[in-house]
């Protein structure tokens, strides 16, 4: 995979302006499987920004060409018999993408045959997942507080741990950049650090004082961002793991949250409320307002561009920049 091209980032106080010439596209997916069960559950880019996933409760799962709205240019992967609820490509493969359902699967799926590749029982209903950044693991989440450590090879089928029980309610997880190290959030507020893969305690991050739903590692390292059911997302220097700032304009559970490819704007998902508001990472100012008509629970920015794919709107997937504009 070719690596992606250096961008140039955007100062705090242009932002707004350039941000606010982004024009919208709406992927619209006629496949619906009845009114109101096409809500879009989980969003992801690929690598390098050409393809994006969506996974829906009426477990259709789509790739989609942000270049081209229709429908007819974008792949259905069908095979889960549940509802998607989560979808991660491989950060070294750009065609390679995992996901998981309540149908008790992760598949891993080549989106060049449209095919699945592989097949995992996971034993109970899978809801997270996260690739190890050499894409050679992906660490899997059961709603019963369990994880499963797959082990991927080219050669050979993927290989399962033993279901590995968490102490307390779990809910995301992310490795760090060096994949040393396994985040996860929990039931009790906090942010578990463990080591990888002993999955031995590292430190705890009294992050929030109610669940922890969702977390992002910036881009650069320096931060990390934590979603709680607080309707707060919280900045940790990853330094010295202190809180730097905390953004509280939402008004429900914080579902998703994700950094601009550069790491210095961020934003959040939740299915309560309307608009995502994006705010500078460095100082904690909000900086712009992208207005929705209905709450977008999964946000996700483009790798390589300040765009921002949001769900919510009834229409379907929608894409800030894939229509145009001067940033």
Excluded at 29 to 42: C, E, F, K, L, M
Excluded at 145 to 150: E, F, G, H, R
Excluded at 177 to 185: C, Y
Excluded at 255 to 270: E, H, L, N, T, Y
């Amino acid at each position: 995979m070719a690596p992606l091209p250096a961008r140039r980032s955007v100062s705090k106080d242009r932002f707004s302006s350039l941000f606010s010439t982004l024009k919208t596209q709406t992927y619209h997916d006629p496949s619906s499987r009845g009114p109101g069960s096409h809500s879009i559950r989980t969003i992801a880019w690929n690598p390098l920004g050409h393809l994006i996933a969506t996974g829906s409760a009426d477990r259709t799962l789509r790739i989609w060409n942000p270049d081209r709205a229709s429908v007819k240019n974008s792949t259905e992967l069908r095979g889960h018999t549940g509802a998607i609820e989560r979808v991660a490509w491989n950060p070294t493969k750009e065609a390679e993408l995992a996901s998981c359902s309540t149908d008790g699967t992760v598949r891993i799926w080549d989106v060049r045959s449209k095919g699945c590749v592989a097949e995992v029982k996971t034993g109970g209903e899978a809801f997270t997942l996260a690739w190890s950044p050499d894409g050679s693991n992906i660490i899997v989440g059961r709603k019963d507080d369990a994880l499963l450590d797959l082990t991927l090879s080219p050669e050979a089928p993927p290989i399962s741990s033993a279901p590995l029980p968490q102490p307390v309610q779990t809910n995301q997880t992310t490795f760090s950049h060096s994949g040393k190290e396994l985040l996860l959030t929990t039931g009790t507020g906090s942010v578990k650090i463990l080591d990888y893969p002993s999955l031995s305690p590292l430190y705890t991050i009294p992050a929030h004082t109610s669940s922890c739903f969702c977390l992002e590692l910036c881009p650069r390292a320096k931060f990390l961002a934590v979603g709680g059911s607080d309707a707060l997302i919280s900045l940790w220097d990853t330094t010295d793991w202190v809180c730097k700032h905390t953004l509280g304009s939402m008004i429900g559970p914080v579902r998703s949250v994700g950094f601009s490819f550069d790491g210095s704007f961020i934003c959040g998902g939740s299915d309560e409320g309307t608009g995502i508001d994006i705010a500078h990472a460095e100082s904690g100012e909000y900086v712009h307002s992208i207005p929705t008509l209905q709450p977008a629970s999964s946000v996700a920015w483009h790798p390589q561009r300040y765009w921002i794919a949001y769900s919510g709107d009834p229409m379907g997937l929608k894409i800030v920049g894939a229509a145009g504009g001067s940033l």
